[in-house]
């Protein structure tokens, strides 16, 4: 909800120029994509925060709310995934912080 999402203290996010080198060197060689069990808005304030969003544009990103509240690690949300970055399965990288959220993505 709109309330959740403005009680955040995103002030303790920090742009990392480590971070955004290594996206950017990525971004020469391949397409990024987020994929988020997040709403659109804690994407882009995230986003912002860490000085990325120009990296991954709003096209770029694909949130919970894109598939009906139904994410990682639901195949359905790996499938639109696929289906949003017209990729083949064999020809994705799916890299996250959550070993739950990989049980989805085989």
């Known amino acids: 909800s709109d309330f959740a999402i403005q009680s955040i203290d995103y002030?303790?996010?920090q742009p990392c120029p480590q971070l955004r080198a290594l996206l950017?060197?990525?971004?020469?060689r391949v397409t990024l994509h987020i994929a988020t069990n997040a709403?659109?808005?804690?994407?882009?304030?995230?986003l912002q925060?860490?000085?990325?969003?120009d990296l991954?544009?709003?096209n770029q990103r694909t949130t919970i709310c894109q598939n009906n509240w139904v994410g990682k690690p639901e195949a359905s949300f790996f499938n639109l995934l696929l289906q949003r970055?017209?990729?083949q399965p064999h020809e994705a990288l799916f890299i996250d912080d959550?070993?739950?959220?990989?049980?989805g993505a085989h």
Request: proline residues 9%.
């Open 98 to 103: 959550s070993p739950f959220c990989h049980q």
């Open 56 to 58: 991954i544009p709003p």
């Open 24 to 28: 950017t060197a990525l971004a020469a």
């Open 11 to 13: 002030s303790v996010l």
């Open 39 to 46: 709403h659109e808005a804690h994407a882009e304030n995230v």
């Open 85 to 87: 970055t017209q990729c």
């Open 49 to 53: 925060r860490l000085g990325l969003s």
